[in-house]
């Protein structure tokens, strides 16, 4: 199956990504794994994206576009991918469209995993990370620490990330809601939207997962 994941920061995209794609034989493509693979191996695309990096600019859609279509030609891809972080926006969507098409594919689904908006904050702005050991991760509701503020494992003192306040998960929802959930209505268009909730445990979210893309193969 050619499955593109998306959702809002905090769905869970990371996790249930690399379960599906364990469960469906297919490699997990994520664009930040795209872009640490092809900056470390200095790969043109990686080198030019860096150099945008480097100059605190946003990389420009054919570089993602172009990373993408290198990693969904290697041979592990062949029968399928779960796609997730990409497409960012609907141009991204666009273009991977008419990638296929060029090679005589179709997308088969895309999941949409759905989680309301003060879940994803709570969710995020809730996360406690050791600063001994960034491994070391605690949550003032989901796992909260035995003492406040120190780590269960090694003592350190635990804090939230600048990246993890509430004012900044706001922002990134906002960014979510204009440049990628368009993408939602624009595969919604050509029937390809599978929408489960993302609440609740890990194994109960890849199994709905799981149920909804079989019956989308089944109609397929």
Known sequence: MRIVLVGPPGAGKGTQAAFLAKNLSIPHISTGDLFRANISQQTDLGKLAKSYMDAGNLVPDEVTIGMAKDRMEQPDAENGFLLDGFPRNVSQAEALDEM??????????????????????????????????????????????????????C??????????????????????????????DYYKAQGL?????????VEDVTGRAMEALKREDHAA
């Open 100 to 153: 296929l098409h060029t090679e005589g594919m179709k997308l088969d689904a895309v999941l949409d995993l759905e989680v309301p908006e003060e879940e994803v904050v709570k969710r995020i702005a809730g996360r406690r990370i050791c600063r001994n050991d960034s491994a070391h991760v605690f949550h003032v509701s989901y796992k909260a620490p035995k003492q406040d503020g120190v780590c269960d494992v």
């Open 193 to 201: 939207v599978v929408t489960i909730s993302a609440l609740g445990k």
């Open 155 to 184: 003592g350190g003192e635990l804090y939230q990330r600048d990246d993890d306040s509430e004012e900044t998960v706001r922002k990134r929802l906002e960014v979510y809601h204009t440049q990628t959930e368009p993408i939602i």
